[in-house]
């Protein structure tokens, strides 16, 4: 069935980096979201896209999806301790709610 | 309720015992889902709710696995006969619109 790859699998940078995490797909996606997990808690919803070349940020956070609809970036500005946890992508097929989740890109932060 | 809930929080139980996991979805919501996490790992699909219809019941890891959801309120997760490598956290969360699912704390499951 249909599926997304996230890259990198893990990612450790120093406080203040930038950080991205990619989610790729090989076919046509309706949306995408984005949740962010902290460790030892539970997934929180981010953001999603729908539109083909959008473009959203939330302060530091800047998420895109491609204009083909089959891959989507979050780009983290200048990363804070804060921001350690696992990123994952997700979406939903047309006209459905079942979510897949990829695998997730582990964020550590060195301070 | 202000969020989805699960109980227990916590759950150990022998090998070869039943197990029943609960989640209260927030108020209005449609869609539910379940999910299992084991540790350090992504989040496996298990079964999801929407409405009235049928539950999508493609995740689920073998027939020692089933689930209810009564109307469009509480969902019960039970599993039969639990085996070690059920070992992990059950992730519920609920929808009221397509994506933008809101999780619950999960239940950590432990079989000994």
């Known amino acids: 069935g249909q599926q997304v790859m996230q890259i990198p699998q893990y990612q450790h940078v120093q406080e203040g980096e930038d950080f991205t995490t990619y989610c790729n797909s090989s076919?046509?996606?309706?949306?995408i979201q984005w949740y962010k997990q902290r460790p030892g808690g539970h997934p929180v919803f981010l953001i999603q896209?729908?539109?083909?070349?959008e473009v959203k940020k939330q302060k530091r956070l800047t998420f895109q999806f491609g204009e083909a609809k089959k891959n989507s970036s979050l780009h983290i500005t200048a990363t804070q301790t804060t921001d350690v946890g696992t990123y994952f992508c997700a979406y939903s097929g047309a006209g459905s709610y079942q979510l897949t989740f990829g695998k997730g890109t582990k964020l550590s932060v060195i301070p | 309720g202000a969020g989805v809930s699960q109980s227990p929080s916590n759950k150990v139980t022998e090998k070869g015992k039943d197990v029943e996991l609960r989640c209260d979805p927030i108020?209005?919501?449609?869609?539910l889902y379940w999910y299992r996490q084991r540790l350090g790992q992504g989040l496996e699909f298990l079964i999801y709710f929407q409405g009235n219809s049928a539950p999508d019941k493609s995740g689920l890891p073998s027939d020692r696995f089933s689930a209810e959801r009564t109307g469009e309120s509480v969902s019960t997760l039970t599993i039969q006969r639990t085996q070690q490598e059920d070992s992990a956290v059950y992730l519920c969360a609920s929808s009221l619109v397509q994506g933008k699912a809101f999780f619950g704390q999960g239940t950590r499951l432990t079989v000994v």
């Open positions: 896209l729908v539109k083909s070349g």
């Open positions: 108020s209005g919501h449609t869609a």
């Open positions: 076919t046509t996606l309706s949306n």
